[in-house]
């Protein structure tokens, strides 16, 4: 599996000879490009995890492509005139040979002014690869035993108290850190370093992948 970080909550994630994309937002960089996608993946309709301007310029570069999205997102690509296939927690789906798990419901609290909205996180598992999860905006869903951790680091809603919990109770191998824009390089090292530090998780690795930058697990 490899892994590309193309900023804040956006991965590029090669498995089983697929290439999926996760979260092509408005504070990330470098997806507008890609064709040849084998799927788009969107955890929830947020312009951080969905561009409302670039990504559906993204899908219309990659005709053909399944698009799987959170319903709000499908709703919003429909209103293009672009199809999507919308994601429910227990109801897996297949790219090729890597299995995604849609998991989760609903985006975190963040303010009792701000509506909560859907949010399915996804875990894709192949057959001799790692496998990896990304929540999305959510520390509360289960996703079984894991072996990447996309970790959201940092947001309005996000108390390092619990992000810590959060790693804590997945356990994962690896975990690589993202939704970081907000961060600065001080900052990133510090959310990072509590979590190695007090996550207690015996052997965790952290993979520090910065923008357009990629590692091979």
Not at 18 to 37: C, H, K, V, W, Y
Not at 86 to 114: R, S, W
Not at 197 to 215: I, K, M, T, W
């Amino acid at each position: 599996m490899r892994v590309t970080h193309l900023g804040h909550a956006c991965l590029l994630v090669e498995s089983a000879d697929r290439r999926i994309l996760i979260d092509p937002g408005n504070f990330s960089a470098g997806f507008d490009q890609l064709t040849g996608l084998d799927a788009i993946i969107v955890t929830h309709n947020h312009p951080d995890h969905f561009d409302p301007e670039r990504a559906p310029q993204l899908v219309r570069a990659n005709p053909g492509t399944p698009v799987h999205t959170d319903p709000l997102t499908a709703e919003a690509l429909r209103a293009e005139g672009l199809a999507a296939l919308p994601t429910k927690q227990g109801e897996p789906f297949a790219v090729g040979d890597v299995t995604v798990e849609p998991v989760g419901e609903l985006h975190a609290f963040n303010h009792a002014a701000m509506p909560r909205i859907p949010n399915i996180g996804v875990v894709l598992r192949a057959d001799g690869e790692p496998t990896l999860f990304h929540p999305g905006d959510a520390y509360d869903a289960d996703p079984g035993p894991v072996d990447v951790l996309a970790h959201p680091l940092n947001a309005p809603w996000a108390a390092s108290r619990d992000s810590i919990a959060f790693v804590a109770r997945i356990a994962p191998k690896v975990f690589v850190p993202i939704h970081d824009a907000l961060l600065s390089t001080a900052g990133r090292r510090m959310y990072s370093g509590h979590i190695v530090q007090f996550s207690g998780v015996d052997g965790l690795d952290y993979v520090d992948l910065r923008d357009d930058e990629s590692a091979t697990f």
